[in-house]
């Protein structure tokens, strides 16, 4: 009695730790297809490619050039933004002798670019409020654009590069601990 006691709240123990987790509403790393670089737009002086392993992207800098960007694809991102509406990127790893800055940029006239994660150069994931970040808010339409600039042609390894609702969803995982519970109960 005493084993299943400890069994029944280690299962809810573990269930209760995946519980909260925001909606994905946009996916843009899988294969950052289509995305707009110095090979499309003369003039973005960063060249974009997808790693062997197809896993992440990398960014570097065209020949010649201290900074550079890559763009979203040309048809832009809509999404509805509210308070929460979150856009997250994962750089794989240290940039040598550079850094990134992630903004975002109104697919339609007039333009307006605004930065929502600025200068970083640290492995890790980072994420912004977008509504925090612009003036945006309802349905709106957007490129992302990713700068990379540095020294000694530096490159950015990405992946992650999501938006979500920020909203947290409780996952249908304590159907399980409510079944084994009420086993417990009848024996």
Same mark, same amino acid.
């Not at 612009?134 to 000694?152: M, Q």
């Given at each position: 009695m005493r084993l299943l006691r400890v069994l029944l709240i280690t299962v809810f123990a573990l269930s209760s730790i995946g519980l909260a987790q925001a909606k994905v509403l946009v996916d843009m790393s899988s294969d950052f297809k289509n995305w707009r670089d110095e090979s499309s737009n003369p003039g973005f002086n960063a060249e974009f490619k997808m790693s062997k392993e197809k896993k992440y992207g990398i960014i570097?800098?065209?020949?010649?050039?201290?900074?550079?960007?890559?763009?979203?694809? !040309?048809? #832009?991102?809509?999404?509805?933004?509210?308070?929460?509406?979150?856009?997250?990127?994962?750089?794989?790893?240290?940039? !040598?002798? #550079?850094?990134?800055t992630v903004n975002l940029m109104t697919a339609a006239e007039p333009y307006d670019a605004h930065k929502i994660i600025g200068s970083v150069d640290k492995k890790g994931v980072y994420f912004a409020k977008i509504a925090e970040k612009t003036p945006w808010s309802g349905k709106h339409s957007f490129w992302v654009e990713v700068w990379l600039g540095g020294e000694n042609n530096p490159k950015a390894r990405l992946s992650g590069l999501k938006i979500t609702d920020g909203k947290k969803t409780v996952k249908k995982k304590m159907r399980k601990v409510k079944k084994r519970s009420a086993v417990k109960k009848s024996k």
């Amino acid at each position: 009695m005493r084993l299943l006691r400890v069994l029944l709240i280690t299962v809810f123990a573990l269930s209760s730790i995946g519980l909260a987790q925001a909606k994905v509403l946009v996916d843009m790393s899988s294969d950052f297809k289509n995305w707009r670089d110095e090979s499309s737009n003369p003039g973005f002086n960063a060249e974009f490619k997808m790693s062997k392993e197809k896993k992440y992207g990398i960014i570097s800098l065209a020949p010649d050039h201290k900074f550079g960007k890559v763009m979203s694809p !040309e048809e #832009g991102v809509t999404v509805n933004i509210d308070e929460n509406t979150k856009i997250f990127i994962k750089l794989k790893e240290d940039i !040598e002798d #550079g850094s990134v800055t992630v903004n975002l940029m109104t697919a339609a006239e007039p333009y307006d670019a605004h930065k929502i994660i600025g200068s970083v150069d640290k492995k890790g994931v980072y994420f912004a409020k977008i509504a925090e970040k612009t003036p945006w808010s309802g349905k709106h339409s957007f490129w992302v654009e990713v700068w990379l600039g540095g020294e000694n042609n530096p490159k950015a390894r990405l992946s992650g590069l999501k938006i979500t609702d920020g909203k947290k969803t409780v996952k249908k995982k304590m159907r399980k601990v409510k079944k084994r519970s009420a086993v417990k109960k009848s024996k």
